[in-house]
């Protein structure tokens, strides 16, 4: 004969089967909405940054979304190879896959500054052992008596690795206003460069390298002053026209080159 169950006892059978059911929702939540999303397309269109982007170094830069552009002032101590410290606007992912590009008008002076696409993982350890590591595609303007700036595919303080790049070939633009597109695809642990100089034409190869970086990864773009003084005018500008992940689905990549338009437009006034 089955015992007759008190109040109390209904009372704890009651909350744990709502206990139960909230798990179970969770659960189901997770798998319909994973934690890291595939990357997103962004044109900057609008007049603040889109909720898609988080930032690191927040305060190492000052910016503002307008005109369809993501307009960077770079800060000081805000470089990215001994350690990631520009300001970086990133997704996060664990696509094992994707091809993202950024067209960017950099505008810097005298000092060393840094501005490109990076792709972190906060897990990985470097050829030092330290944590996070990245393989980055980076516009560096260098100071003193160079006064250009040359293209660099490297990871974390190292770009001796086969496949990455200390110095692109026969590209040395002179300080001042540089327009540039940067891509890079991921396979796998197959990671391919590639760069358009002044912004048109065709991609130009860089290079491909096969390096491990764990899941999951930031991906995004920075731009910073490499140094901590400000002296004799140091300064970077970085125009960033659109952030593109071919595949994509939310946002169809553009092929129209605005920032080429624009800044012909600003040289014939």
């Not at 000081?76 to 993202?100: C, I, M, R, S």
């Not at 197959?190 to 130009?204: I, L, R």
Request: hydrophobic share 35%; proline share 4%; with cysteine.
């Amino acid at each position: 004969m089955l015992k007759k169950v008190n109040k109390y006892g209904k009372s704890v059978m009651k909350r744990t089967n709502l206990i139960f059911r909230a798990v179970l929702f969770c659960v189901v939540l997770s798998v319909a909405s994973p934690l890291f999303a595939k990357l997103q397309s962004d044109d900057f269109n609008g007049s603040k940054l889109s909720s898609i982007w988080k930032i690191d170094n927040p305060k190492k830069a000052k910016w503002e979304v307008n005109g369809g552009k993501l307009n960077v002032v770079g800060g000081l101590n805000a470089n990215v190879w001994g350690n990631a410290d520009a300001t970086f606007y990133y997704q996060e992912t664990t696509q094992k896959a994707f091809d993202v590009e950024t067209t960017v008008v950099v505008d810097y002076a005298k000092g060393s500054t840094v501005a490109g696409i990076l792709i972190l993982s906060e897990t990985t350890k470097d050829s030092k052992g330290r944590k996070p590591e990245w393989i980055t595609l980076k516009l560096w303007g260098r100071g003193g008596g160079d006064n250009n700036a040359v293209l660099q595919y490297q990871r974390r303080e190292n770009d001796n690795l086969k496949g990455l790049v200390g110095t692109q070939p026969d590209y040395k633009p002179p300080a001042g206003i540089i327009p540039i597109s940067l891509r890079i695809k991921r396979d796998g642990n197959t990671y391919e460069a590639w760069f358009k100089p002044n912004a048109k034409g065709d991609w130009v190869s860089v290079s491909k390298v096969n390096y491990v970086l764990n899941a999951p990864l930031k991906v995004g773009i920075y731009a910073g002053i490499a140094e901590s003084a400000a002296a004799d005018g140091r300064k970077i500008t970085a125009e960033f026209d659109y952030f593109h992940e071919a595949s994509s689905k939310s946002t169809p990549v553009n092929p129209k080159n605005r920032l080429a338009i624009k800044w012909g437009e600003i040289k014939n006034k």
